[in-house]
């Protein structure tokens, strides 16, 4: 399984763009890149996904590099609720049961 | 739709004593997923299943059984708990196809 690194910790002002790095250079030509974010213990919750082409949708945006060794996670106006754990995840291939494997993510601290 | 309900919300267990947690979803979604959640942790895979009457090991499966008999249940047992099973548990449900997991509140365990 592809691994990904992401920096520990990132701050941003409220009302501006943040901007989450992920690198996972082992993924394979199959595999997804996923992002999920955590608030405050909850359940983590689905952002977005993509395996080539930059994804958007109504929370975020997602561009990932023409090798795929890496990807960037958007949120276009951050608000003091997007403060959470943001995970980016490469996504085993579904006939093995569609694992996600969570590494330890990046916090993500809006600030006013 | 309720989505992934997961029971108890809270228990606190003597090392030696057993419990089952109840997932259900009512989602109709094939595969389920037990994770698990220390300090400071991402979330750790413990057992999964792709469909009604399967079960397959995760990353962490030791100390723990599970049993799908019916797919909207995902039932994980402790059978001799232990202190270093304290954590948070979270249940998450999925489709077959490459399709997001939808995740439960979680069940705070404490074992002393």
């Known amino acids: 399984d592809a691994k990904t690194t992401q920096p520990t910790s990132m701050d941003c002002a409220e009302g501006r763009a943040a901007n989450l790095p992920c690198n996972h250079s082992?993924?394979?030509?199959?595999?997804?890149v996923y992002w999920y974010r955590q608030i405050h213990s909850q359940g983590p919750q689905y952002i977005i996904h993509g395996l080539k082409n930059n994804e958007t949708n109504e929370m975020a945006s997602l561009i990932i590099t023409e090798d795929r060794k890496s990807s960037t996670l958007i949120l276009p106006h951050a608000t003091l609720r997007d403060t959470a754990v943001y995970y980016c995840?490469?996504?085993?291939?579904?006939?093995?049961?569609?694992?996600?494997?969570f590494g330890q993510g990046t916090e993500l601290s809006v600030k006013p | 739709n309720a989505g992934v309900t997961q029971t108890p919300k809270f228990r606190v267990l003597k090392t030696g004593q057993s419990m089952t947690l109840l997932c259900a979803q009512d989602m109709n979604h094939e595969y389920m997923y037990w994770y698990r959640q220390d300090p400071g942790m991402g979330l750790r895979l413990i057992h999964y299943?792709?469909?009604?009457?399967?079960?397959a090991k995760g990353e962490v499966p030791d100390g723990y059984n599970v049993s799908r008999l019916k797919k909207q249940n995902f039932l994980l047992g402790l059978e001799s708990a232990a202190p270093s099973q304290t954590s948070v548990y979270f249940c998450a449900s999925g489709r077959v196809s490459l399709e997001t997991q939808y995740f439960g509140p979680g069940t705070r365990l404490l074992v002393l």
């Open positions: 082992t993924i394979s030509g199959n595999e997804y």
């Open positions: 299943s792709v469909g009604e009457g399967t079960t």
């Open positions: 995840i490469v996504r085993v291939p579904y006939n093995q049961g569609g694992k996600l494997i």
